[in-house]
């Protein structure tokens, strides 16, 4: 590795240790919950509702995935797919708790438990809850061969590509205790060739997977779709010129306007305007059709 001279780094003089010890104090918004460390932190139990589907989340990105990916199953006819959304406040560190740790050991949301199977089966990441919850109800995962694949292509091109835009851009621009401007820069020009694949795909294609729409959408929207409307990162839309991306945005505004889409952005929700906030799910009347004619966008 290429030696750097620590008047060069930030914060000013800092020199790189030859062994990386963790620093309790180093600051950012999630430092008081982040450690270099895995497993349970202290004793608690998941609650379990009336459904086989319980759902244990948070309405960021990857949560809003699976409760829109379930909306939309209820509404296409799959009773099944009633569910349960517990809130997991991982600002709190709920997902440190024994109970979650139990569904996933790698203590981030969403995490699922199907109690329907002969022995309970527990399904985490996102990706793999979608994929888990299309061939359960043969929905929204094409059958034909070359749609299948397409779909797979951009469920796993979203699991690769949004890190760089959570981690590394939200992360530098909106979380970390310092603006740095190389940081900002690198993950900045990242997202914006991120954006132009999308915007380029779409040229041709009315949905991810082409005409149909599926959980390639369902994965990529909550990310991509909700920065292009400007709702993530506080203005990190405008700063992007997010907007600027005409296809991208002619699939964001298509999907926004699902109202299966509009309640599954509400469930677990703890950020924005209350009457966009739901904060569990246990059945469909939790949504209140009057709050819901209020959201024009969620």
Known sequence: MTEKSPENNLP???????????D???????????????GAQFEKELPVGKHPLQLYSLATPNGQKVTIMLEELL?????????????IRIGDGDQFGTGFVEVNPNSKIPAMMDH???????VFESG????????????????????????????????????????????????????????????????KRQLDVLDRHLVRNQFMAGSQYTIADMAIWPWYGRLALGQAYGDAGTFLEASSYRNLMRWTNEIAARPAVKRGCMVNRTSGDPAGQLHERHDASDFDTKTQDKIAEV
């Open 128 to 191: 793999s809850i979608l994929l888990y919850l299309a061939e359960k109800f043969g929905a929204f995962l094409p059958k034909e061969h070359k749609a299948r694949t397409e779909t797979m292509n951009w469920l796993f091109w979203q699991m690769g590509s949004a890190p760089f835009l959570g981690g590394g851009f939200g992360h530098f621009y909106a979380y970390a205790p310092m603006h740095i401007k190389y940081a900002i820069d690198r993950y900045a020009m990242e997202v």
């Open 12 to 22: 000013a003089g800092y020199e790189l240790p030859k062994v990386w010890t963790w």
């Open 75 to 87: 509404a296409a006819g799959h009773s099944g797919a009633e569910y349960d959304a517990w809130l």
């Open 116 to 122: 329907s199977t002969a022995e309970p089966t527990r």
């Open 24 to 38: 309790k104090g180093n600051g950012g918004e999630f430092a008081s919950i982040n450690r270099p460390t895995a």
